[in-house]
Structures are given as structure tokens and as C-alpha cells.
């Protein structure tokens, strides 16, 4: 992986141990992208400590022993405003729900995580996450052609099987359990909705039916044995 450092004027002290992975779309192309992340006169200035070009080039914005601009308003396992605590990953791509990540992206942005996780073993792999769904409803991206089964197989984040018995109980308190929100600024089908956008992307449409019910039993047995 071609590694370029181009620093960001955006970011800010670390004062918190990094425990979260955040995969984000540019919805920009790279040039654009990589001037937005460093333009320290718009009023909402954002940046990120990676920008992943759809050759495969990474380049470093923000060192991650400090803070990027990347997750705004956002909520993971009952801690809010992560950008304190993680490190953001921004692949360019105009939409994921429309664009295929290239082969050769895609293997770049698994030798990136691989070697972020390494740096960082607090970030356990259901703390690899899409900006989707640490800001349900408000964020979509990485967008729903995001390879996550295959970053899963390649030991990046969790991917769920299918045939688990389905959770029984309150869907949203079962959602919380594995980290989402709570339904407090969305609603409990909107977070439905992310977690589909992210573990079964064939069909969005917020209600906790059987296959939704199964594949969150399976992730939660999945992460049981985690603190
Ligand atoms: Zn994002």
C-alpha cells in the first residue's frame, strides 16, 4: 500500500485511548475531497486521518495520536461524539449506494485497517463501524455496495451468519446491546434501517423482521464473550 502524508491544518489534542474504526464515503472525488479535509476557512471545518483514492493510495491527513473531524454527531455502545475516541477512514467513492468500491481499493483499505487495529488493539471488531451506524438516518455512507463481508473474512469487523435463532424481546433495547443509539433523536425504524444498510443491504426498509431478528441474534452471540 502507497502511503502519502498530506497534513491537515483540522484536528485537535488526543486526550482519550482510540477504540473505534469509522469507514466513511467522500461522496467527492479525490482532489476535492483532499481539499475540503484541509481547508481551514469554512466555517464547519472537518478532516480525517485517511483518504483512500480508488487506486488503492492512502493518504495521511492527521496523525492518529490526535482528534480528526470525521463523525460529527454520533453515538456507538453508549458513548457519544466519537471522534474523541476513533479514527476515520474517508474512501472515495460518489455514493456507495450506487458505485462499486474497485478490487484494488479494497485491498488497500484492509492492509490500512489491519494496520491501524494493529496500532490500536482496543478496537475490538465490532468497533469497526460505518459512519451509518453511529449517526443512523443522518449518515448512509459507506454506502450499501460497501464490501463488508469480505473486510470480515479478511479479519476487518464482523459480517453475521445466517440462521441463528431470531432475538426475542424489544428490538431497539437488542440493537443498543450491540452498539447502536437510542431512539431518541430517530426513530427505533431508523436504526432498524442502519443496521440493514449495513448487515443485509437487499432490503432497507426498517422493519425487525425474521432474517433482521436472526442475523442480530448472530452478531450479538458473536460479540458475548466481549466486555
Ligand atoms: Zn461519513
Given at each position: 500500500m502507497k502511503l502519502i502524508e498530506l497534513p491537515s491544518p483540522n484536528h485537535a489534542a488526543r486526550a482519550a485511548t482510540v477504540d473505534v474504526l469509522v469507514l466513511h464515503f467522500t461522496e467527492l472525488p479525490l482532489d476535492e475531497s483532499l481539499n475540503v479535509l484541509r481547508d481551514d476557512q469554512r466555517p464547519h471545518r472537518v478532516s480525517s486521518h485517511y483518504v483512500l483514492a480508488e487506486d488503492g493510495t492512502a493518504y495521511r491527513?492527521?496523525?492518529?495520536d490526535r482528534v480528526a473531524w470525521h463523525a460529527g454527531r454520533s453515538h456507538w455502545r453508549g458513548r457519544e461524539a466519537l471522534n474523541a475516541t476513533s479514527i476515520g477512514i474517508e474512501i472515495v467513492n460518489l455514493h456507495g449506494d450506487r458505485h462499486d468500491y474497485p478490487e484494488v481499493q479494497v485491498a488497500a483499505l484492509i492492509a490500512l485497517c489491519r494496520d491501524i487495529i494493529g496500532r490500536h488493539p482496543a478496537i475490538v471488531p465490532r468497533n469497526i463501524v460505518g459512519h451509518s451506524d453511529i449517526a443512523p438516518k443522518r449518515k448512509v455512507d459507506p454506502g450499501l455496495r460497501f464490501p463488508w463481508a469480505t473486510l470480515a473474512i479478511e479479519g476487518v469487523g464482523l459480517w453475521p451468519h445466517a440462521g441463528a435463532t431470531p432475538i426475542e424481546g424489544d428490538i431497539q433495547t437488542a440493537l443498543q446491546r450491540f452498539g447502536y443509539p437510542p431512539a431518541v433523536e430517530v426513530t427505533t425504524a431508523d436504526i432498524i434501517a442502519s443496521f440493514q444498510r449495513r448487515f443485509?443491504?437487499?432490503?432497507?426498509?426498517?422493519i425487525a423482521d425474521h432474517e433482521t431478528c436472526a442475523l442480530l441474534a448472530d452478531l450479538l452471540d458473536q460479540v458475548r464473550h466481549e466486555a
Open positions: 491527513l492527521v496523525s492518529e443485509r443491504p437487499g432490503r432497507v426498509d426498517g
